[in-house]
């Protein structure tokens, strides 16, 4: 079928006014050839007839919500087709005696946020982007934050979900209740896969409780050794941190956070309950933080804290906004090789003419790092040189038993590095997953790992 064909079919299913092919997607940061088409269907009907369209045309087809990750993942092969989930923006069902709310997939999660605190109930992923992100981006992308250590990550809290298939056909995982499991593989499957398999049109989410206090104590140390051991004394004490994060002082710069870059690492420590929980906190903390090379201490409520915790939930946006040729590195790793992997970053960046600075989930083994070139160092070389730090720090990552992706980098840089590193072991099972559920590779093909 000639374009202008299946171009009048997508409008005409979406109705008037509700497309365009003069889009913001460039000024949203979409770095690719722009698609011939963007289109806002407002249910999933219409979803499932451009699915249709696309599978019988071969169209490849790009979902989007608030457009806030789309320099992540690998760089896509180019697409006829976004499908804009911004209308599908309703919170269908709340059940707050049962800690249960169901939402279409352009919802801003930000206001679900709202919406939940109103009841005294909160989801703590803590996503980056919260002002403009949606909830099909941060399921698309598993986004997570600091309370993961606590509470997991997306995939710990969607119950069920309704996608459409590559194939045009609406298909349900899981339930709405706490208790209901069934289908929940799939759930699983489809959170963090990119949008490569499926759309993901709305998603119903177990809540959580606010807690009536909370507190945040840091711990300012000469060496990162210093940190991690006092962060292994509070892991086997009977304290359960909503919250455990190392910085360096280079992070403790990009945040604006004095007391963050007055030290060379910092153990951020947030505990929340009852007050009694929170004056025991208080007094037996320190002590537990107690080792060689400590510094400095220091003790954050209220408002101080809420800005604390919101500026570390923004750290990557505000990074790429500040460092356009920057890159961020997202590696997993063994509590135990922690400190290994933050050495790598800096001596990666250091062999390169980087500038670096980490920041590491010190309970669950995520270090995320920073790279970018000095205002004196800018110009034709620098996405090669970050390529090449990108490069150093992923096999050094290998070689150190965990694993690392380039997060987060322009577009230059992803065509110079295998941006998911080494494959491992589960890559011919995920190219099988892929298969079955997008025979024809139309769904977003070359964003997902290894190029899927």
Known sequence: MA??????????????????????LRARGWQDDLPKLLVYPDNREQICELMRLANAERLRVAPAGGLTKQRMGGNAQPIDLVVSLRRLNRITDYQAADLTVSVEAGVPFKELEGTLRTRGQMLPLDVPFAAEATVGGVLATNSSGPRRVAYGSARDMVLGAHFVTAEGK?????????????????TKLLIGSFGTLGILTDATFRAYPIPPAS????????????????????????????????????????????????TPFTLLVRTAGPEAV????????????????????????????????????????????????????????LLTQMGPVIAAASRAASNHGLRSATLARAGTGIVYCYLWPSSENRGDTSGNRVAGACGLLLQETSHLGGRAIIEWATAEVKKKVNIWGPPGDDFTVMQRIKAAWDPQGILNPGRFYGGI
């Open 3 to 24: 374009e202008r064909d299946w171009t009048r079919q997508a409008t005409a299913i979406v109705g008037p006014g509700n497309w365009t092919a003069e889009t913001e």
């Open 170 to 186: 609406l298909a349900k995982s899981g339930g709405k209740v706490v208790k209901n499991v069934a289908g929940y593989d799939l």
């Open 215 to 262: 507190l945040t104590l840091g711990f300012g140390f000469s060496t990162i050794q210093s940190a991690l051991e006092a962060r292994n004394r509070i892991l086997r004490s009977p304290f359960a941190p909503q919250a455990l994060e190392v910085s360096d002082s280079a992070t403790g710069t990009l945040l604006n956070e004095r007391a963050l870059a007055s």
């Open 278 to 333: 929170i004056e025991r906190a208080r007094r037996e903390l320190p002590s537990l933080a107690s080792a060689d090379g400590l510094e400095t201490t220091f003790c954050l409520t209220g408002e101080e804290e809420s800005e604390l915790w919101d500026k570390v939930r923004e750290l990557t946006p505000r990074f790429l906004s500040a460092q356009s040729e920057g890159a961020v590195v997202k590696v997993s790793a």
